[in-house]
Structure formats: structure tokens, C-alpha cells
């Protein structure tokens, strides 16, 4: 269903033998061969309802390599700064080394999620939400290490920083490709969640993963097939109360 419903998207308007050549030059390795029939969503649905995957991640059932290949080969899609292109995507399989990023996941985020729910209960959404949003991730903390699959977005950064580069030009050319992944992910029915929290011990985790010295880590998304139904679009402050038109 999806491998239709993906190029669509990607072309609107072409027709199947020019997506089919289309892919083959980009380097897809299955420009029509779905591993797994797709979860079909409108472009809105997808970009709504794509959200952080914790209790639901399916910790037993294996995903295909072959699968995160297809969601990476999407993600190289993105936009980045000069094309430079300097992206690195780190798969982590391998049960020892997760349980390993997860045991350093798990050290950052304790603290923080006791800090964050003494500072302030109520935070940013209503006391609902976030008591969800904290019991959800106090979950993945002491589960990170069992998700099948973590991927780690990773960008080459210059040893010298050029005058009037800035952090948007850098993480601006690595956080989109990592969102389309995402976002490919949950084409293909499987669940993922951004997080951050193990960068408190990104140089022991490049040690882990014998990162080269000038290579930064931006995000840790756990993947995995979701278990129960489907997702829905999530409660956000008002546009009203975050639009300027013309001025602040
Ligand atoms: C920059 C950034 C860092 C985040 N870090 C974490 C994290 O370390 N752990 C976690 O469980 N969620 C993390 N999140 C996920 C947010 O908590 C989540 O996006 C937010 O609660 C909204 O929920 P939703 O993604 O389901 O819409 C992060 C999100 C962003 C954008």
C-alpha cells in the first residue's frame, strides 16, 4: 500500500515508470517492493499523528535492517545546508552495545524527569499531559536499551567554525532528515520517539560506537514496531497564541 502511496508524496504527478526511474538513479534499493504493506495516511494524517512512541514500542518483535534502510533512504531526502551532505546515521542492533547506550540513557534521564517533575508539575501542557508525558518517559528510560533498534543521527562538524555559521546552519542540515526519518517510520507501521538525554554522556557513547572526534551526536530515536491501534493528532497551544503577522 504505501510503496503507492510513498512516491505519490514524494512526485506528485508522475507517472509509475518515471517514479520507477526516478528511484533507481537515486539509489533506492526498493523502489516498489514494500518488506511490509504500509500504514496508508494522507500527508496531513502522516504529519499529525506521528508522535513519540514509548510504552507502545513492541520490545520483542525483530525489525528488518532492511526496513530502517528504506525510512534512511528517505531521510537523505532532506533539505541540508551547501548540500554538504555531512550526515552519518548510526543503526545500533547489537543487544550488548544498546543495553549499554540505554544504561547511559537511562543515568541522564532519572535525574532529569525527578528535577523536571519537582520544578514544575504543571509545565508547558495541562497536569493531565504532562503526567502522561512523564510516566511515558520514566517508561522508555528504563526501557531504552531493549528497543530493537536505536538510531542515532550524527553530523560531521568543521574544526573551525566559520564566521557566521550558525547552530541552525548546523543542526538545520541534520534534524529534518531525522524528522523524514521519523516520519517514514510511521508510513511503514513502525513507532519511534525523539530524545535527547543520553547527549549528557554523548562522549562516552561515541567511545561506545568509535565515533571519529569530529562527528556530534543529535538525537537517539528508539525504533520498533508499535503495538495497539493507531495515533492521534496531539493537544498543542493555539496557533493564535504563537502567530505574529508582520510583527511580534
Ligand atoms: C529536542 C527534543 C528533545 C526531546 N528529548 C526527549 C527525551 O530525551 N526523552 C523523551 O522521552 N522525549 C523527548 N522528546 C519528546 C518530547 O517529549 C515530545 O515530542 C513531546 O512531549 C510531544 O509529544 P509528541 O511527540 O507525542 O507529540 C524530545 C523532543 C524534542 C523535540
Aim: charged share 15%; aromatic share 8%; hydrophobic share 40%.
Amino acid at each position: 500500500m504505501h510503496a503507492r502511496y510513498l512516491p505519490d508524496v514524494l512526485h506528485p504527478g508522475r507517472a509509475d515508470d518515471q517514479r520507477v526511474i526516478h528511484y533507481q538513479i537515486v539509489g533506492l534499493s526498493l523502489p516498489w517492493c514494500a518488506i511490509m504493506p504500509g500504514v496508508p495516511l494522507t500527508p496531513d494524517e502522516l504529519l499529525t499523528t506521528t508522535r513519540s512512541v514509548r510504552k507502545r514500542l513492541d520490545l520483542t518483535r525483530p525489525v528488518p535492517l532492511e526496513l530502517v534502510k528504506e525510512c534512511l533512504e528517505i531521510a537523505l531526502q532532506a533539505p541540508n545546508g551547501g548540500m554538504r551532505q555531512g550526515w552519518h546515521w548510526i543503526v545500533v542492533t547489537d543487544p550488548q552495545v544498546r543495553a549499554q547506550i540505554g544504561d547511559f540513557y537511562r543515568r541522564s534521564a532519572e535525574p532529569y524527569l525527578a528535577s523536571a517533575a519537582a520544578a514544575d508539575p504543571n509545565r508547558g501542557a495541562g497536569r493531565g499531559v504532562m503526567a502522561r508525558v512523564s510516566s511515558s518517559s520514566a517508561y522508555l528510560a528504563q526501557h531504552m536499551g531493549q528497543v530493537p533498534v536505536l538510531v542515532i543521527p550524527c553530523i560531521t562538524v568543521r574544526p573551525a567554525w566559520p564566521a557566521g555559521e550558525t547552530q541552525a546552519g548546523l543542526w538545520g542540515s541534520l534534524l529534518p532528515a531525522a524528522w523524514s526519518y521519523m516520519l517514514a517510520c510511521r508510513a511503514r507501521g513502525l513507532g519511534t520517539a525523539w530524545t535527547t538525554l543520553h547527549l549528557r554522556y554523548e562522549t562516552e557513547i561515541a567511545g561506545l560506537l568509535g565515533l571519529p572526534g569530529d562527528i556530534r551526536q543529535g538525537a537517539l530515536i528508539p525504533t520498533a514496531y508499535y503495538t495497539g491501534g493507531t495515533f492521534r493528532p496531539a493537544a498543542r497551544r493555539p496557533l493564535a497564541d504563537v502567530l505574529h503577522v508582520d510583527h511580534w
